[in-house]
């Protein structure tokens, strides 16, 4: 049986030269970054020289990465270190209603102690309107945050027009990159974010490491208490092996970035243009263009997303009906339902996540098994017309 993973929204494999250059800070260059005989500084070296390299490729100062265990802890970081530190300033923060769950869950915990959040909502394809954004601004807010592209159906935010309203009125902007960094150029200073998250494991790197880019000037209290590490906004032992794979990966992103673009966007399209020229009732879910390079998300009516992804499964074909945070979760997509897809579809979804070791030919023969299964679950389904 051939096997294609097509999950690259959930996990990348990592890169043989990300493996290779971590390999030595495991047996070899094994010591405490803090610590003062050699040993520790080979690792404090190898920790220097990867911030250069993630600072570099977002458009940032080294000062301004703090490494931390991946998307989700910098998420919290960014929220909670803002919220905490200016809690005498306001307690009013603004996101949006299709965010990762790092983002929503977090704001619900401080909704829970005494926040107040705004949750702007999206046009059916996933967008924020930047006028939504100005009005929910009041004298109390003290935070945007936004993600840059949707880990589910791969729309791309305004993230600049949101960041110039926010500074016009005196807010911070976060905005998580997780998904978005190193599928399209992502420089801080052409989006006039404050702070963004990224992960490593996304990009080809290794599992449990990421980074917080935050501007110098901007203030936030850490999280956990203990040592000085990471600019005193992270205690903790650093996870040398971790971010010098992350550093390879963003080097590599960096270097294959225009011609990984490229190739994907040519997957995507063509994968996309198939589906929905084969398949009667097949929807794309978010926005035509203004979408990451690598998603293809549909919708198929009279059929389970579940079963589409068990039957491909069968067929060797790694795809997911949507976030992998939220797959074991059994309540509807909640970036769907904000899309206002009507109920009786918003199960029947496909997220097909590209990668650049994936071929036309993978794509033909996804697409050729997925016009085969839509139309045996149509066939068994007492609600699809037949012919």
């Given at each position: 049986?051939v096997w294609i993973?097509?999950?690259?929204?959930?996990?990348?494999?990592?890169?043989?030269?990300?493996?290779?250059?971590?390999?030595?800070?495991?047996?070899?260059?094994?010591?405490n970054a803090?610590?003062?005989?050699?040993f520790?500084?080979?690792?404090?070296?190898a920790l220097?020289?990867?911030?250069?390299?993630?600072?570099?490729?977002?458009?940032?100062?080294p000062?301004?990465?703090?490494f931390?265990?991946?998307?989700?802890?910098?998420?919290?970081l960014?929220?909670?270190?803002?919220a905490?530190?200016k809690?005498?300033?306001?307690?009013?923060?603004?996101?949006?209603v299709?965010?990762?769950?790092a983002?929503l869950?977090?704001?619900k915990?401080?909704?829970d102690?005494?926040?107040?959040?705004t949750?702007?909502p999206?046009?059916?394809?996933?967008?924020?309107?930047?006028?939504?954004?100005e009005?929910?601004?009041t004298?109390?807010?003290?935070?945007?945050s936004i993600?840059?592209a949707?880990?589910?159906?791969?729309?791309?935010q305004?993230?600049k027009e949101?960041?110039?309203?926010?500074?016009?009125h005196?807010?911070?902007?976060?905005?998580d990159?997780?998904?978005?960094?190193?599928?399209?150029?992502?420089n801080?200073?052409?989006?006039?974010?404050?702070?963004?998250?990224?992960s490593?494991?996304?990009i080809y790197?290794?599992k449990?490491v990421?980074a917080?880019?935050?501007?110098?000037?901007?203030?936030?209290?850490?999280?956990?208490?203990?040592?000085?590490?990471?600019?005193?906004?992270?205690?903790?032992?650093?996870?040398?092996?971790g971010?010098v794979?992350m550093?390879k990966?963003?080097e590599?992103a960096?270097?294959?970035?225009e011609?990984?673009?490229?190739?994907l966007?040519?997957?995507?399209?063509?994968?996309?243009?198939?589906?929905?020229?084969?398949?009667?009732?097949s929807?794309?879910?978010?926005?035509?263009?203004?979408?990451?390079?690598?998603?293809?998300?549909?919708?198929?009516?009279?059929?389970?997303?579940?079963s589409?992804?068990?039957?491909?499964?069968m067929?060797?074909?790694?795809?997911?009906t949507?976030?992998?945070?939220s797959?074991k979760?059994?309540?509807?997509?909640?970036?769907?339902?904000?899309?206002?897809?009507?109920?009786?579809?918003?199960?029947?979804?496909?997220r097909?996540?590209?990668?650049?070791?994936?071929?036309?030919?993978?794509v033909?023969y996804?697409v050729?098994?997925?016009i085969?299964i839509?139309?045996?679950?149509?066939?068994?389904?007492?609600?699809?017309?037949k012919?």
């Open positions: 049986m993973y097509m999950d690259h929204g959930a996990t990348t494999r990592p890169d043989p030269e990300v493996v290779n250059a971590m390999l030595p800070f495991f047996n070899e260059f094994f010591g803090s610590s003062l005989h050699t520790g500084q080979e690792a404090a070296q220097i020289s990867s911030r250069k390299t993630v600072a570099d490729f977002l458009g940032a100062e000062e301004e990465i703090i931390t265990s991946g998307g989700t802890e910098s998420d919290n960014a929220l909670k270190g803002i905490y530190l809690k005498n300033k306001g307690k009013h923060i603004i996101t949006s299709i965010e990762h769950p983002i869950n977090t704001c915990y401080l909704g102690i005494g926040y107040r959040i949750y702007l999206v046009d059916d394809q996933g967008l924020v309107d930047p006028a939504d954004v009005d929910a601004i004298d109390n807010t003290i935070l945007i993600m840059h949707n880990n589910e159906i791969g729309t791309i305004p993230i949101i960041s110039a309203i926010a500074h016009e005196g807010v911070l902007v976060h905005t990159a997780v998904q978005s960094v190193g599928k399209m150029s992502v801080v200073d052409d989006l006039g974010v404050d702070m963004l998250s990224i490593a494991h996304k790197g290794p449990g990421g917080l880019y935050v501007r110098k000037g901007t203030r936030l209290q850490g999280l956990s208490q203990g040592g000085s590490h990471e600019m005193k906004k992270r205690a903790g032992t650093e996870n040398i092996p971010i794979g550093a990966a963003v590599l960096e270097q294959r970035l011609g990984d673009t490229k190739y966007e040519n997957l995507r399209d063509t994968m996309i243009r198939k589906i929905l020229d084969s398949i009667p009732e929807y794309l879910n978010g926005h035509p263009t203004k979408r990451l390079c690598n998603n293809v998300h549909v919708r198929f009516s009279y059929v389970e997303g579940e589409l992804l068990m039957m491909l499964d067929k060797g074909v790694a795809v997911s949507g976030s992998a945070c797959s979760s059994l309540e509807p997509s909640h970036v769907l339902a904000a899309l206002n897809i009507i109920p009786e579809e918003i199960h029947g979804n496909l097909i996540t590209l990668g650049r070791e994936n071929t036309m030919d993978e033909d996804v050729e098994n997925l085969d839509v139309k045996k679950l149509r066939a068994m389904s007492p609600i699809a017309p012919d």
